[in-house]
């Protein structure tokens, strides 16, 4: 019983580490997206909205990308 529990632990560790890092891919896919919508920015209210979306989607990724390389540590010592 014992072993089937570690292998539900560690199914369930694989499929949380592959949707973080889906999760990492869209919002970086979301960043490049925001950076070209600010390049082509003309208005002052729009440049401003999406100074303040890539700053939000920066911030998701840096969060994003600590979480993955946490759970690469974890995974390391085990």
């Known amino acids: 019983m014992h072993m089937f529990q570690n292998a539900k632990k560690e199914q369930l ?8 890092l889906d999760d990492l891919e869209r919002a970086r896919y979301d960043l490049a997206l925001a950076y070209d ?3 082509n920015a003309m208005e ?3 440049i401003d909205c999406c100074i303040y979306q890539v700053n939000a989607l920066q ?12 759970f690469d540590e974890d995974s390391y010592v085990r």
């Not at 560790?13 to 973080?20: E, F, G, M, N, V």
């Not at 990724?61 to 600590?66: C, G, S, T, V």
């Open 13 to 20: 560790r694989t499929t949380a580490y592959s949707l973080l």
């Open 44 to 46: 002052p209210d729009l």
């Open 59 to 70: 911030m998701r990724y840096k969060f994003l990308l600590a979480k993955v390389k946490q």
């Open 37 to 39: 919508n600010f390049e």
